[in-house]
């Protein structure tokens, strides 16, 4: 899956900085949904469904707060969804029941899996589908000296929020740098809290894996655009590979946030996750709408545009739920 990603067009790009949602909802997923329809379908049924995004300046809480609209409009399902810390808080939610739809990249949700890094056994959990990707983006302060990820030696970088896919990803980067524990000040920060900090200057650098544009970066780059820049962390995919084949080159358009030039990037594929327990029917009726209604998710982000449902079973190890290889096969036809 080597594939070299861009977004698609500078007005879809635009459009994200001035694209406001709500997106609300709290830990309560209902044991009942997918109630009152037969489970060898695909009919909702009816329920409560419950959906764990990311940050609230990140992509995941817009195109969430998207979905959960669009399950509204189109089922009889009750649908919220939530600011979360991304993730590995967002798996290790859903299997507690706290959630039933979960964001996460897909080195995280490998993971989960398959039992390793922060999980220490195997998620009963599986995916409904590969979404878009992911962009790993670095950005530093001009007047910080930090030309690549082995600078970060000795500065103060914000790694995201704790238990985020983002920070999984920002570990890993630094190791395969060949820095230590302790070489790197690190700070463990949500997106608000680290562009703030990149304005201020109590912060050197920040690891970011959101889709594109990020609001919280456009802001950033819109008001700092002279003072910041990416750096390129290409150089350690091959080291990044040896532990998850879903990395992959990338590319972050240079009209993403008004660039000079576009930046060399690495993107990771994002999958929505499901408990194993869900109703087939459920999974199945979920599955056709992010894939068969993906026009609509597209008016609510740019990002949305990289949904594909040719794509959607490619998840390895994740497995794909029974319900929603039902509906991706109805897909193709």
């Known amino acids: 899956m080597n594939r070299t990603y861009r977004t698609r067009s500078a007005a879809a790009l635009a459009l994200a900085g001035a694209l406001t949602l709500s997106a609300c909802g709290g830990q309560q997923a209902d044991g009942s949904a997918g109630a009152g329809a037969d489970k060898n379908g695909c009919d909702a049924g009816t329920g409560r469904v419950t959906i764990a995004t990311g940050n609230s300046?990140?992509?995941?809480?817009?195109?969430?707060?998207?979905?959960?609209?669009?399950?509204?409009?189109?089922?009889?399902?009750?649908?919220?969804?939530?600011?979360?810390?991304?993730?590995?808080?967002?798996?290790?939610?859903l299997a507690k029941g706290d959630y039933d739809i979960a964001f996460s990249l897909a080195d995280t949700a490998a993971d989960a899996v398959t039992g390793k890094?922060?999980?220490?056994?195997?998620?009963?959990?599986?995916?409904?589908?590969?979404?878009?990707?992911?962009?790993?983006?670095?950005?530093?302060?001009?007047d910080s000296g930090i030309k690549s990820v082995e600078d970060f030696k000795g500065k103060r970088i914000s790694t995201g929020s704790p238990k985020s896919g983002t920070e999984v990803i920002a570990n890993r980067m630094i190791e395969a740098a060949g820095l230590k524990d302790g070489d790197v000040k690190k700070q463990r920060l949500d997106l608000t809290k680290t562009v703030d900090g990149m304005k201020d200057g109590s912060i050197?650098?920040?690891?970011?894996?959101?889709?594109?544009?990020?609001?919280?970066?456009?802001?950033?780059?819109?008001?700092?655009?002279?003072?910041?820049?990416?750096?390129d962390p290409t150089p350690l995919l091959p080291e990044l590979q040896k532990i998850s084949p879903v990395y992959e080159k990338a590319t972050v358009p240079a009209?993403?946030?008004?660039?000079?030039?576009?930046?060399?990037?690495?993107?990771?594929?994002?999958?929505?996750?499901?408990r194993n327990d869900m109703p087939a029917n459920l999974a199945c009726a979920l599955t056709k709408l992010v894939f068969g209604k993906k026009d609509k998710l597209v008016k609510v982000h740019p990002a949305a545009e990289d949904i594909d449902a040719g794509l959607a079973a490619e998840s390895d190890p994740i497995p794909v739920h029974p319900g929603s290889l039902r509906a991706l096969k109805s897909l193709e036809k």
């Open 204 to 231: 050197d650098g920040l690891v970011w894996s959101g889709g594109l544009p990020t609001p919280a970066l456009t802001d950033l780059f819109n008001s700092q655009g002279k003072k910041v820049e990416f750096i």
């Open 117 to 142: 890094e922060s999980f220490k056994t195997k998620q009963d959990v599986s995916s409904i589908g590969r979404i878009y990707p992911n962009y790993t983006q670095v950005v530093v302060r001009k």
């Open 255 to 274: 009209d993403t946030y008004g660039l000079g030039k576009d930046a060399p990037s690495i993107a990771v594929p994002n999958v929505l996750m499901v």
């Open 57 to 93: 300046t990140g992509v995941y809480y817009v195109v969430g707060g998207g979905i959960a609209k669009l399950i509204n409009s189109e089922t009889k399902l009750q649908a919220s969804s939530a600011e979360t810390g991304a993730s590995v808080q967002n798996i290790q939610q």
